[in-house]
T-cell receptor, first 111, second 108 residues
Framework: DTAVSQTPKYLVTQMGNDKSIKCEQNLGHDTMYWYKQDSKKFLKIMFS???????INETVPNRFSPKSPDKAHLNLHINSLELGDSAVYFC??????????FGEGSRLTVL | QKEVEQNSGPLSVPEGAIASLNCTYSDRGSQSFFWYRQYSGKSPELIMFIYSNGDKEDGRFTAQLNKASQYVSLLIRDSQPSDSATYLC????????FGTGTRLTIIP
């Protein structure tokens, strides 16, 4: 069983569209994250949830809206996609600070 | 100044030699330090963490921490081609901040 699973793995879409990425973890962890990795491989935190509560909200455009229906799920919805949103988005979970388990990533390409 | 700095490489090391990866950080309040490995096209995976000054060994890997110098390093002994990957240093204070990674290539 995959510990942290994300869907879809690939998204190709036009500018201005809306898209969602779903994430689920079966590790029983309390904390989940969304990270963005750009073309230069820089991994930057976007959001962090602890037991469904938002605890980290970095400087991210409000076109990005996370949602955590329960502590095992963290979804990311992106409105009005822009070219600069093209990246790999990683979901992760942890029980201890810093010890993250990452999903396989969702590669978003905005045309 | 970047919060976590690493030499982007590429760093090429002959098979069997010691690979040395370095990282500096700017926030003196940082409490814990992590090394992640990321193979091309894959997700990062945690390989080492260190909280106290000094060395921590795990198999072929040794993490070294010097809080006074704000410096963390990772040594890989007896380097194998399978060690070829990007190594990400990460520093935790209130959040986990990653460096840009060092690409390591082990030459057979």
């Amino acid at each position: 069983d995959t510990a942290v699973s994300q869907t879809p793995k690939y998204l190709v879409t036009q500018m201005g569209n809306d898209k969602s990425i779903k994430c689920e973890q079966n590790l029983g962890h309390d904390t989940m994250y969304w990270y963005k990795q750009d073309s230069k491989k820089f991994l930057k935190i976007m959001f962090s949830y602890n037991n469904k509560e938002l605890i980290i909200n970095e400087t991210v455009p409000n076109r990005f809206s996370p949602k955590s229906p329960d502590k095992a799920h963290l979804n990311l919805h992106i409105n009005s996609l822009e070219l600069g949103d093209s990246a790999v988005y990683f979901c992760a979970s942890s029980q201890s600070a810093g010890e993250l388990f990452f999903g396989e990533g969702s590669r978003l390409t905005v045309l | 100044q970047k919060e976590v700095e690493q030499n982007s490489g590429p760093l090429s090391v002959p098979e069997g030699a010691i690979a040395s990866l370095n990282c500096t950080y700017s926030d003196r309040g940082s409490q814990s330090f992590f090394w992640y490995r990321q193979y091309s096209g894959k997700s990062p995976e945690l390989i080492m963490f260190i909280y106290s000054n000094g060395d921590k060994e795990d198999g072929r890997f040794t993490a070294q921490l010097n809080k006074a110098s704000q410096y963390v390093s990772l040594l890989i002994r007896d380097s194998q081609p399978s060690d070829s990957a990007t190594y990400l240093c990460a520093v935790n204070n209130e959040k986990l901040t990653f460096g840009t990674g060092t690409r390591l290539t082990i030459i057979p």
